[in-house]
């Protein structure tokens, strides 16, 4: 992360609604659950002691239930919410020190937010609408309609300007407030359940053009929403909620591969991990190699004797990935007095890079008892080595439920 700039980091940040936030917030630092705090002290905690970073560019998700304190985070990011206690920086300036007046600046130049609900205005029409951020910010008519012509371009709606809102479908009204959104030229987009109100095959609509418009455009996008596989499909990282408390954050694999706790285990229980298990994850990254101008038949054998192994990955001086050498053609090569086992090496074998996943891998081991190897995309170096014991274990493994209803069925027989 130290050679990535930061766009916005928030710092041990803690909301309280309610009027007995101190006792709230010493409640808190003692350890007490949120039901407890609400109980004892009338006090509802909205986020408690947040902190993490955002790389500008990247397009962070945060997860959780209802409840949960997402809307509340956000809303802390352009002080919509006044956090109770902690900091939020933007582009290196404090925001919760800020005057009112240079918010609402930082919140003009800075960041848009895109609601669920649409938020638009019924008389005017949708480029009127899309200009409207501009028109508060005292732009002139020609530069903001200009602007918001842009802006309705880029989300796909040219032609559709002196249309009013109530004309549109609802993916559209969303477009227009991922315009108006835009229009503004923010480098921070803040996204509250923005598609959430979609119906699912528009939805993923959104999603693509979400990710064709970052692409061109790399804002910093904070996305809220309860739908874990909108999370993995855009995010780039997610922060998984709880009781106004971030139980996670990290990459959906890191997430899947390592969840911190039974909580995340279980929300993230119903993925598909075949389809978000990479070779990077699953790899050996220390494979023991044959060197091939180093190591003839008899290092060979001596090596695969010691691991109790019959197949070693070969590389070259460079550690460009050569194949694999199994323990049947060395020992051919040492009858045969050969010097080195060069002709010997099999290199017709699965090869693939860091990010393919576990079903993109599967295929190619159902002909080959032959490992993969992970390899760079130039020169092709051995970067590490999924073996086919791993790579079946990850795709074989069942979810809870599938081992509850497993255990049923064998009951019953
Ligand atoms: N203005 C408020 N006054 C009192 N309590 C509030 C207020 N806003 C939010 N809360 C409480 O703070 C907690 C976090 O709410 P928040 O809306 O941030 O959750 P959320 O994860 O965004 O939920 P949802 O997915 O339903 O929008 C909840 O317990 C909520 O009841």
């Given at each position: 992360?130290?050679?990535?700039t ?18 709230a917030l010493?409640?808190?630092e ?20 947040a ?7 990247e ?7 209802s ?36 918010l ?21 029409t949708?480029?009127e609408?899309?200009?409207f ?51 503004n ?36 996008i ?13 995010g ?12 996670q ?6 997430i ?65 990935f ?8 060395v ?12 002709e ?70």
């Amino acid at each position: 992360m130290s050679t990535d700039t930061i766009k916005i980091e928030v710092k041990n940040l803690t909301v309280i609604f309610g009027k007995n936030k101190h006792q709230a917030l010493k409640m808190l630092e003692q350890g007490y659950s949120k039901a407890e705090i609400l109980e004892k002290t009338k006090c509802t905690v909205g986020v408690n002691n947040a902190s993490f970073q955002i790389k500008t560019g990247e397009v962070f998700v945060i997860m959780g239930l209802s409840g949960s304190g997402k809307s509340t985070l956000l809303r802390c990011l352009n002080r919509l919410i006044e956090p109770t206690r902690g900091d939020v920086i933007v582009n290196n300036v404090n925001i919760t020190k800020q005057s009112n007046e240079a918010l609402l600046d930082t919140r003009r130049t800075e960041m848009s937010m895109v609601f669920q609900k649409f938020g638009l205005l019924p008389h005017r029409t949708v480029l009127e609408n899309v200009a409207f951020g501009l028109e508060i910010r005292g732009e002139s008519k020609e530069l903001r309609l200009k602007k918001a012509q842009e802006a309705l371009e880029t989300v796909g709606l040219e032609g559709f300007e002196s249309q009013k809102p109530s004309q549109l479908s609802g993916g559209m009204q969303q477009r227009v407030g991922l315009a108006r959104a835009l229009a503004n030229n923010p480098e921070v987009l803040l996204m509250d359940e923005a598609f959430s109100a979609l119906d699912p095959l528009i939805k993923s609509d959104m999603q693509d053009e979400l990710l064709d418009i970052q692409d061109k455009l790399h804002k910093t996008i904070v996305f809220i929403t309860h739908d874990l596989d909108e999370a993995i499909k855009i995010g780039d990282r997610i922060a998984i909620m709880k009781d106004g408390f971030i139980e996670q954050i990290g990459t959906a694999e890191e997430i899947l591969k390592n969840p911190a706790s039974d909580y995340v285990e279980a929300f993230v229980e119903k993925v598909d991990r075949k389809t978000i298990i990479t070779a990077g994850t699953l790899m050996n990254q220390k494979p023991t190699v044959v060197q091939l101008e180093r190591e003839g038949p008899e290092m060979v054998i001596r090596k695969m004797n010691k691991l109790s192994i019959e197949v070693l990955p070969v590389v070259n001086r460079h550690r460009v990935f050569m194949g694999f050498i199994w323990l049947q053609k060395v020992l051919e090569a040492k009858k045969l007095n050969k010097p080195t086992i060069e002709e010997f090496i099999t290199t017709e074998c699965p090869r693939v890079y860091t990010e393919y996943t576990v079903e993109e891998m599967l295929p190619l081991i159902t002909n080959t008892k032959s490992p993969i190897a992970v390899i760079d995309k130039d020169p092709g170096k051995l970067l590490g080595v999924v073996s086919q014991i791993s790579l079946v274990t990850e795709a074989t493994r069942f979810d809870k439920q599938e081992i509850v209803e497993l255990k049923e069925q064998a009951k019953e027989q």
